[in-house]
Each structure stands twice: as C-alpha cells, then as structure tokens.
C-alpha cells in the first residue's frame, strides 16, 4: 500500500484536555509527530511570557499543533468526507498542513521576531522543505508533497478550500487555540460551541462556509476572540515581560556588536546577532537555551544586561502608565532627558509599547486583509457574509482598537538612595505617588 | 503594625484554573511569592517527564504551590476560624509552610535525587533557613518564624494539627495535585468534590479530621488517589521517559569521574558530580539549564551520552515488557550477556524499573507510616478510623502492589545492519516479533 | 435573641448544580424556604414549554429562586459586609426578597398572563402580604417587615441598592438564570465569569456598581443574555408550544362563556374564567393540575379542545414560516379566508407570534426603562455608563428586535382527505412544498 | 427504500446537557421518539422523589431514555460497524430497544409498584406488542420487529449481544443514568471516563466486552456506580419521601377498599386499587396526575389521608433514625404500641424501611444474577471476569449493604398540645432530645 495510504495497525491516541482525544491513524501523522523538529515544539511556549501573569499558561505550541490537526481531521472525516464539494484526495495533505502549521516558531516567537528580524512563517517553509527529518517523512509521500504542504501553510495553494482550513477569520488554528489558551490561564473568556460550528461547517470552491443555522455559534465564537485578545494575549502584565524580553535581546546584540567580551560567551546567538541565522542554528534554539543564557547573563559585568535577566528570572517586571503618544510627546521627551540625567538608560528603561504592534485582526471584512471573511450558507444556498447578517458582528467588525502604554521599573525610580530629587520628578510626572 | 499582621491595600488574586482564583491578602505571602527562590519553581515542572506521556502536564511547581496555600487558606480562614480548637495564631505560619513545602525542589526531582543522592527537603529546609530572599521575609515576621516553618514543614513542629494540614493521608498537598495533575493532562480519575471535604473538616488536637457526613466524598478521594498513581504517576511511558533521564545523568557522572573530556563543560553539575552541592549551586539548576546541557551534549564524543540525550530530546524513549524479577533472574542475566555480547551496553539499556522504587504511599493505616491515618468525627464527637467505618477503603488499605518492567531500545535491537543473529535471540526472548 | 438574627444550630447547604452548594445560616430564611407557598415554586417550571425544545429544561422556579437567594447572600455575606456604603441592618430584607422575588408565579406564566390578564408581580405581592405561610414568617421578623420585603420586589423600596440587587440590568435573578437555564438547556452560551463579577461589585447608595477593571466580566455577561434571548427563551419551537398553549387555554375560556357543558368540569379554572381568582385559588394552581386538565380534556366533546389538548400532550406542534405583518397583511387576509373555507378555524390554527411581545429588555441606558443601567465605578472614584466605555455594548445598546412568525397546524393542511384544493392553495401561499 | 433503511432528509439533533447532542438519522427512530407514548415520559420523573433531596434532580425518562439511544447508536455506528463479531443487521433492533427500554414506566415507579403490585417490565412488553402508537412504527418495521424488541428489553433475545447493551453491569442503560443523574443533582460522584470506555469496548459472541487497557476507566465506572447508590439514590432524605408517597398510595386504597366516599373520587386510579389495570389505563397515568389527586385530597374528609397528602405537596417529611430490626424487634413493637396509644397509626406513621428493598445490583460476579459479569479482553485475545484483575472490585464485589431506619413525623411526636406523657416516653425512645 502506499504511504499515503497507510493506516497504523491500530489507531493511536493522545489524551488531551481540550479535545478529550486525539486521534491518529495515519503513518505518514505518527512518523511527522515523532520527528526531532515537531518534538522541539514541546520546548517552546504557546503563548510565550503570558505565564508571567496567567500562571496556568505553561502549555507548549507541541500541544496546540495536535489540537489544530485533530480539528481538521474531525472537519475532513467526519463533516466533508462525502460531500460533492470536498475533494477526498486534499485529505492527507490538510492533516499534514495542520500539524506542521506552526513547526517553524522559535522561542519567545514575538520578541525574537522583532529584535532579529526574523520571520516564524520563513522558517516553517525551511524546515518543511529543507533538510529536516520532517522533509524525509513527507518526501516518502510524494516529490511534491513537501511544496504542496508549504503552500497551503503559507496560503498559496490553489485550493482555497484547504487554505481556509487553517488560515482564515474562523479556522481550525484559532478555534484550537481560543480553547487551549483559555483552559490553561482559566479565564472563561474562550469557550464557544465548537461542536455547533463543526456541525454547520461546509466546503465550498474557495473556502469553508457555515450554515445559516449556526449563527449564533459564529458570533459567540467572534466574541470570545475579542474578549482573549485583550482580556488575555493583550494583558498589559504580559506586555510588559514582553518589553523586559525585547530590551534583553537588544543589549545583548548591542553588547555583541560593540565588542563586549562575554563571561559566558553565547554562541547561540551568534548568528541571530549576524542575522545569518542558518536552518540548523535555528532549530537549536529553542526556550530552555534561551533561559539557560538569561541565568548566566545574571553574572555579566555589564550592569544593564545582568539587570534586565535578572529581572526577567525573578518576574521583577515594570510597572505601566497609560500613554497617550500624540498629546504626549512633549511629556515623553522630557522624561527621556530625566531618566538620562539620573543614570537610567531611557532605551531599556523607559519603553513605549502599544498593543496594534501585536497580531491583532478581529474579524473585518472588506479591509485589506491576509484573512478572508466569513460566509454564512444560507437555506437557498446562496452565500452571504456574516456582518451582513449579525448585528453584533456588524457593529464591532473593522474597529481597530490600539491601547498605549509607557512602561519603566518603579522600584529604581523609587529608590532614593542616589538622584532623589530626580526621581521624585519623573515620580511626579508619571503619578506614582505611593507604594 | 506588625509585618505579621500587616495586609494588603487591596486583595490581589492570581487566576487559577482549578481554583479559579487564588487570594492573597497578607503582604507576608505577597512578599514570599515575589522572592527569587519561590520564582524559581517556575522554571520546574511540576510532573517531570510525565508531559512525554500526557502533553498537558507541563504545569510546573510554582502552580501546585499556589494552590496548596489556597486551599490552606480557606480552611483555616473559612473553615477552622472562631473554632476553640483552632489556635489563630498559627494562621500565618500554617499559609507559610504551604506555600513552601516544596520550594527544596530541583529539576526532575525524581531521578536527581536518585542519581546524585539528593534530598528535596534538606534543600527545602536550607532556603528556608539559609542566606535567602524566603529567609529575610520570614525573619522579618520574628527571629523564630523561619525555624517554625521549616518544622512544619519537615513534620517536627509540635502541633501536629498544624502538620497535618500539609502532610498527611489527605492534605491540602495532595487535594491540590491530585486536581491539577487531572486538569492538566485531561484525564477525568482526579476529581473528586473537594468543597464537600473541605465542609467537613474540623480541627482537633492531632490533626485535622473529617465530620461523618462527608465519608464518601473522603472515600471518593482516596479511589482518585489510586487512580491518579496508576493512571498517571506510574505509566509506564512516563516511567520510561524517567529511566533514559536518569541513565543519562548516570553516564555523564560517570564520564566526569572517569576524567572524560567534555566538549561542553557540565559546570553546573560539577559540585553535583562531586557530592557537595551548595544551596547557592543548587538554586542556579532548573529544568532549562538541564535541558541546555542535554541540548548541546547531543554533540559529545561520548556515543552513550550524545545517543541518550537525543534520545531524550527527541522523544525516542524506550520500550518495554512486563518483568517478574523473582521468576525471570536467570533470563535477566541471558539478556545482559547478550546484550554485552551485541555491543548494547547493558548498564544504559537493559534497565529494570519497578514502580514501588516511587513514592507510593497509598492509604494503609497501621503500617509504620509518616503519614497519620484519616480519622471520621462522629456524631457523638468520637474519632474512628476511616478504614472501619468504609468498606471500600478497608478493602484496598495496606495492599502494596509494585509493577516491574525491563525497558530497552527497540529500535537497536530491530536494526539488523549489525550483529543480526544476536539481536534476533534477543528479540526472541523478548517477544518482540512484528513492528 | 431576636428572631431576624437567630441562626441554625448547624448551617444547611443545598447541593446546587449552579452554584455547587447553596447555604443557609438565617433561621428566617430556613423557615421561608419550608413553607408551603415556596415549595409550590417545586411545580412550576422555570422555563414553561422550553422543555419541548431543550428537553433538559424541566427544572423549576424552585431551583431558581435558591440561586438567587444564594447570589444575593454571597454579594452581602463576602463583598458587601464591612463596606461603608453598605447599611447592614438590610441584609435579611435583602435575603428575603431574592428569595421570594418570584413566588406570585403561577404555572406556564406567560401563557397564563396573556390569556387571563393576571400578573405574576401582583401575586407576589399578595402572597407576600395576604394570610400565607410566608406572611407569618415575615411577620415575626417585624410588623412592617413583610411591606419591606414587598416594597424591594416591586422596586418601589427607599434603598435603591438594595432594588439593584434583585432587579437591574445586571442583577442577581439574571446572573442566576442565565447560568442555570444554560446548565439544564445545555447550551454554551450563558456562560460568563460570575466570580469575577462578584468579586468587582460595589456598594452605592443609589445602586450597585462595578470596578472597571471587571468591565470585560459585564461585557460578556451582556452578550451571554443576549445569546441566551435570541437561542433559548425566543426560540420559535418554544414559541410554537405557548402559541399551542395560549389557544388551548383560550378555548376552554370561550367555551366556558359559551355555557359549553364540560364533561370533565375545570373547577380550578373557574375563577380564572370569571376574572376573580382569589389567592387561595391562585396557589391551588400549578403546572401538574394544569397537565391533568389538558389530560382529561382530550376526551373532551369540542373538537378543537380536544385537539388542542393532545397536541400539547404528545408535542404535536405547529410548524411556522417568516412573516412581515407590515408587508403581508393582505396575504394574512387571504390565508384566513381560505382557512374558515377549508374549515380550519383561523383563530386557533393560523397565529401570528412575534418575540417582541415577550419580555425583551436587553441593555438600552436612556430609554425610559424600569431598569437601571449599569454603571463602571473608575480608579478615580466617578462612576461611568458602561455604554459609554465598552465599544461592544455601545454597538448593540438599544437596538430593540422583533421577530414575527405564523404558525399553523401542517399536518393538517397536508392531510388531503378533505378540502384537498383549499389545502394545496394554503400550502402553495405558505411555501410548505415537500415533507 | 425500505423503511428500516430510510433515513431523514437531513440529520436531526437534540441539544443534551450530558452527550452534547443526541444525533437522530432514522426515520424509525424519529417517528417512535413522536409517539404519544413516548412523549409521555416527558411526564415522569427519572428519579422519583429524589428532587425533594437534590432540588436539582428534576429531569424526566424521556430525557434518559433519548441519552441510553445515543450511547447505544454511538456504540454500534461508531466502534462495532465493520467488525466481524457484529451483524450490522441488529443495529436498528438495538437502537429501538435502546430508546424503548423504560417506556413502560409509570409516575413514581418504585412505589406504585410496591404498593399495587404492578411490573413496569410488562407494562413496557404490552406497549411495545399492544395497540400503541409504537407499536405500529415497529410493525412498518417488520412483522416480527415488535416482539424482536420486547425480547431485547426482556432480555429473552437470542444475540446476547444486543441484550448486553442495555442489561449488564456495564450498559447504556446505567452509563447513561449514572452520568445524567450527577448532571442534575449536581454531585460529583457520577463522573467516569465514558469516552474512554467506549473506546475499548468490543463486540464478543454473548456480550459487549472491554480491551484490558480500559481496565481503570471501568473502575471507575464500578467506583461511581457505588458511590451514587450510596449518595444519591439511597439517600435518607429521598426514601423518607418515597415512604410518604408509598403511604399515603396505601391509604387510598385502604380508604377505597372500605368504600369511603371521596369528595373527588379517584377515577384514575379506580382500576389500580381493583388490581385489573388495563394499558389505556396505565397510559393516562403520569406525575401530573398524581400530583392533582394529591392536590384536591388535602380537602378530604378522612384526616391520615389529608395529612399525608399536604405533607407530600408541601414536603413536610418524616425524620428517621437508624433502626437494627434483628436487634431492636421488642423496641419497635414497644414504640407500636405506643404509637397506638397516642393516637397516631403506626401503620402510616412509623415506618421501617430498608434500601435492600430497592433495586441494589452493585457488581457481584457469580451470585444468581440477572445481570452478567464484566469481561476484560485481554491482548491475547482470551476473556477474564473483571474481578480476577481488578484488586478494587475484587474488594467490594458480592458485598451486599443493607440499611435499616424508621422513619416517623417527628413534628406530630413534639407537639405536646395531646398525649404528653406518651410522646415524651416515644421521643425517649427514639432519642430526639432538642429541635
């Protein structure tokens, strides 16, 4: 029999909180779950330094990518198989997109990303197409195999159909990941009728659509993404590791390109400081390096770097005001010129963050968007798009919503043992008056 | 006022998925979360290598400390208040000791205090104790304050009501990760109604004992305790996972004290290889600095260590067969002269694991015990042991059941590039016949 | 001791599926609970005929009036007490009338409301202030205590706190059903984070209100009740058996004023009939006598009772189509010509029923509106309309909806032994082409 | 089409609290579950007088009996379809048997067949073969298809198989209850893994069978079923009621059989007191009936009757005391006596009930049981009896528990208006000293 094919001799299951089960028969799925670069994916946190401030949320993105793939197992098996508009010879290949959707992320992908200019999305076609264990595995499918999966992750195939299965405003990676993230922080934010909605979901040419039926689902499940957003993936707490995290990265490159000698010299990071990062040093990287170099960076001679990992070790992290950066720049600049003039490099230590930096795209059909909106499949089979439809839907749909904050480490600035009256100026402009 | 009695602005609460919410009010627990030392449990797992087996339980120690001070919490502040045989004064000690019972803890406790003869609550007693963040808060609540603590902690303090609370057959310990390690890895044996338990408990002079009313909610802990140790605690997979770790800590030991060169110097481990780990060095080890190592010894010279770090990073654990060591020495001994004889040193890969060499401690009154037995209040205010009054517990008390298994490298042994008549017998006796 | 502070020698507890347990500590609240009034809640269901659509929707108002009791006792008892806005001596007031805020309900309300003119609130009154069981109790509490209590529940009560508990926008009767007719409907859409609500409501003197930092907790609270009107209490199945109900009960009102000679007579619907029903009459009804007509009518000589009767008996429904009454008049006018023709009595098989005549009071602040709106209490202390800082609530405030349908017999108009070209002419008008 | 193959236009779903949704493709299974004998379910309590203890546990048979079907359906469709030991020609006869099982059940079942001496076994025969609704669905079905389904539920069926289903130690039946009946009452001991369950479970020749790896997961099945017995359905509180319910049964047709003239003359119930209840009898007999005639008898002449009545609708319950009968024959004729003395009839008012009178069938493998034994299926393919693996249910298996109490209206036995010096000596007896 070929690969494609195969069936395990008997069907394996993974016991998940989520989804109770996940289910596996496929070889071609057990081999690609048993490969050295999804394995690493155990060492990498779903939602990064969101466990500074929601303490249950520890779980890895290894967890999240079986979730994405047993939802589109589940829509492919048990919802498509059958019908006329779903072509059962795609089923194999979404499975394989699914898993492998998120395979190239790195450790702290959000910061990392933005320090080093690095692009999650790169490395997941490299190590789909590159010189991997994962590559071997999907090779044995089919030459072509391994290009197909990279365009349906990367949104180029030219079934849309499969494309919308795991990228689009309501797809099997954000169904996964609202439920997943919600059980481990425990905020009640994220749950939806998942059920309901793999109940109406339909192929259709270019893309997945829901029976009219399953409205209410729709939107409860739109609503419960606006609410994780801010109530969760935007909190300011989070927000703030994630400042500590960039402005720890950044000096350590800082230090590195100044020629700054190491006491533990962090060959890691090497290339990612020479943005040459190869496949192979990527795929090293992974949470626990990057911890294991925040510890012993505590004992650098540089006093800002040792500072920061500290900080970062013990969750000392800044506190925030709200900041308003068009009426604000004056005040701003000033501050800038205090924190110098007291011995405080504004760089690390006065940070302006705003949430829209963040991969923010609640549902907003009609705007430019990587994402195609969603259709409601009504009675006489026409499509109509939900905010069309939904109220709810249509009031909240296309309103972008950024959120300020200036972030600076209030034990310094309340520590009066040098540059007192300094402090209590930023102190007073920044409205921290008492403990 | 005094710092013992001193209280928080305003409540602050942590979200806890299997508490919903943990409360803090006293700045004295406020202050020991914010300690390095108690910041520290995050970066240890609360189950160890159990997440190879349930993806979910990556829930580290910090969580399962939290919990058990909530749930101390509110039995002494909701429960045993204004109650004669309650001593209020031991409020704040009783909230201290569980929060740090298990601060001692190291990464994979389980197999480092096998290999390097450690003890997690020595080094629980030394932070509590020594020169520490935890030790200067709790000095600053009195000059005996941490000698206390750790006597409750370690079971020597002389109200054993007190004691009891943390440590004994059904402690707020144990009601915490029995709950958590269900929610985490999702299986449904852990629950158990623990408002119902913590209804009934009333304070008494020895220990905390459980109003008749509320027996079978006690009864139905215990069978969730005997259904988490077989279910969860002692999987094989998870045991197998355990055996490579401690296998491979094993061969590193023994490199360093056979003078083996390193190409990455375990400078971490050497007081642990010597035998003489400071707390100072001991506090500098988690599960990130572990897995560091086994990250770049990956790359050793040494074939044993490169193989069972791979091994262990990768997932690629070993196989295993029921073994009755009582029946079966002599074909032990045929399968390590094999083994020998195939160059598949025995001493790494032919391991004899039983699950009794594990925390056991299932419910057995009588037996010389550490643990107090659980003891009904009755109607008429007299205490019977638990076991006499439930059929169910009766009948499963003081029954030890241990599971031995012989765990070995399956895929070796189905490699036929070498030594192919040898690991044909091998997989004979075995029983290992068909992929 | 007076009888408003006298407590239990022992608390009570009711297990609850909603809140796990509800508690009783006030002998007062032991005493109301037990009376023959609030037992009879026992016989009423919560939702009326939701049942025939969620079959798990059988639990009555019994069930509910403990959950708001027990609300209201956790908002006093934990968050209120102590609070310098908040008069405790109104506690027991506060306790009694979440109690027995619902008590003047008879069977099948809405339907019995619309057909007989009564009015549940006016019963409550009664029961509260007439020679009942309820009244003696209150009575020992304080001779004007009983008026207090009735004075809270028809919100005509000085303290408009303690009004807002039970009835407002966001109060304890809605954050109780919302979540207990979830639980037996088994939708997922009543869900929200009550404990956090609970935890950032505050005292006022005109009004409860609530921290801004729990303003997500509200917003989700709005959307679960608007999902739960338009998924659960308007749903057109529930709506096609109170339309099937309310005629049913109209019959046998015509009838009765018809002299038509009941074979078996509705003594405890005489005085309903006559418009004068007492409140000795009116606690004599309840959901099983009401059955037990419908039962014994279905041998009725009327054929239209007859078969209106077992229709509700063996949910034998009417079936419905979308319906405009602006733009379909002429049509309705059409279809009821060709009803009385084809002998199918217009009055009671062709009904039009729009949800707007059921009580829709969703969020709409400035509308003249007997319910407050809610108000966010700021870090600075001022209070803000929550419309005015939640976009989502902004969005859908005071859009009022109304959805209109026909409902009609179908089996009938398929059933072509008689009139068969009036039917098909009906069927062709109301779209009814296949089975 | 046949009808036996026809399936609906589209699938059709209740929404259901514990299965998420009952999924109906049938038209077999549709058109039965429209019959007016099955609607009738609607009107009967799955637990009796059980919402007296847990005020949530208010559900109906028909709820139960849809959730037996989807367990069944999903059995059949789901693990045995395509297996060699299963004849896919029994699917539809197990489905029916499965939704049908309880249909003949009346109001209050335990004590209406106590006190007339009805079978609800038979009563379910007759309805299934008699002049029914259902029974003509099952005849468009097959000639023979009634009686195929009689045999099913009365375990008479040749394919064992299909009986095993819904009548074993492990069944739909019970899984079903277990789980729906913690749902509604809210307590924590119905929960077990069923998911896991009916992953192992595997069709053998004379019975459904469960892989050994499930082994835990029964368990815990066995575990709750113990624990629910013990909580839920033999809890003292609900047998005081069903001792009410049986008396004040026995005084109707006590009264009736003396030829006391009632004020409302009991017509529903004329042929039960005469023993000669025929089936259009039985099926105009619900809980609503019931509960009228409860109704109007508070107004009879005869004053046990009244009493007992107004004590049901108002649950004004008997207290209980523990009761030894081998021990405590002479006190109990002593108290008779007494009783007698008093005024009070003993035959109503001093009651000894024991729950071995209620249908105890805890596991018990080898004693003369109507219920078969438990198989594991080992990984050699042989069958073992649970108990001979499982060192818990080895523990409890074959224990028979018997509970004795006397149940007696302690309120009539503190009135000290009539009889002081009798009732002194009574509550002496039975040891109530203080309120």
Redesign the interface.
Same mark, same amino acid.
């Given at each position: 029999m070929s690969y494609a094919k195969q069936k395990l001799k008997e069907e394996k299951?993974? =016991?998940?909180? @989520?989804h109770?089960?996940v289910h596996v028969r496929d070889a071609v799925i057990w081999d690609l779950i #048993?490969? =050295?670069e999804f394995?690493?994916l155990?060492?990498i946190r779903q939602l990064g330094t969101t466990?500074f401030t929601?303490? #249950?949320a520890?779980?890895?993105r290894? &967890?999240h990518s079986?979730g994405v793939y047993e939802i589109v197992r589940r829509i492919v098996d048990d919802v498509f198989r059958g019908r006329p508009e779903w072509n059962s010879d795609e089923r194999l290949l979404s499975l394989c997109a699914a898993l492998l959707h998120d395979v190239g992320h790195g450790p702290f992908s959000h910061s990392f990303e933005k320090v080093f200019g690095l692009d999650h999305e790169i490395y997941t076609e490299r190590i789909v197409l590159g010189d991997t264990e994962i590559h071997r595995v999907l090779l044995k499918v089919g030459a072509d195999f391994p290009e197909k999966v990279a365009a349906v992750i990367n949104k180029t195939y030219k079934n849309k159909l499969v494309v919308s299965l795991i990228s689009s405003q309501i797809d099997a990676d954000r169904m996964d990941y609202l439920q997943r993230d919600a !059980?481990?922080? #425990? @905020?009640? !934010?994220g749950?939806? %009728?998942m059920?309901?909605i793999l109940?109406v979901i339909r192929p259709r040419e270019e893309q997945a659509v829901f029976k009219q039926s399953g409205m209410?689902a729709v939107? %409860?499940y739109i *609503?419960s993404r !606006?609410?994780m957003y801010?109530?969760v993936y935007f909190h300011p707490v989070t927000r703030s590791a994630e400042v500590l995290l960039s402005k720890t990265l950044h000096r350590a490159k800082v230090l590195y390109e100044e020629g700054y000698t190491f006491a533990h010299h962090p060959v890691h990071f090497h290339s990612l400081f020479k943005g040459n990062c190869t496949l192979s040093d990527y795929l090293?990287l992974?949470?626990? @390096?990057v *911890? !294991?170099y925040f510890?012993v960076w505590q004992d650098e001679e540089d006093a800002i770097l040792r500072d920061l990992c500290?900080r970062f *070790? %013990?969750? &000392?992290l800044f506190k925030y005001v709200e900041f308003d950066p068009a009426e604000e720049k004056q005040k701003y600049a000033e501050l800038e010129e205090l924190f110098r003039k007291a011995g405080i490099d504004p760089d690390y230590y006065l940070v302006h963050d705003s949430s829209s930096d963040l991969p923010y795209d609640f549902y907003r059909p009609g705007i430019e968007s990587e994402r195609q909106p969603i259709y409601l499949l009504m009675k006489n089979e026409t499509l109509q798009e939900l905010s069309r439809r939904s109220? /709810?839907v249509d009031? /909240?749909s296309g =309103?972008r919503?950024t959120d300020h904050k200036l972030y600076f480490p209030v034990d310094v600035l309340r520590d009066e043992s040098s540059n007192r009256t300094l402090k209590r100026k930023i102190r007073n402009i920044l409205e921290i008056y008492r403990k």
């Open positions: 299951v993974f =016991k998940d909180p @989520v109770r089960y #048993g490969t =050295k394995q690493r155990r060492r466990y929601f303490h #249950g520890e779980h890895s290894f &967890n079986l !059980y481990f922080t #425990g @905020v009640s !934010y749950h939806f %009728d059920e309901r109940r209410h939107e %409860d *609503m !606006y609410q801010w109530q090293k992974d949470e626990s @390096v *911890m !294991y510890q500290s *070790m %013990d969750r &000392n109220e /709810i009031a /909240i =309103k919503r």
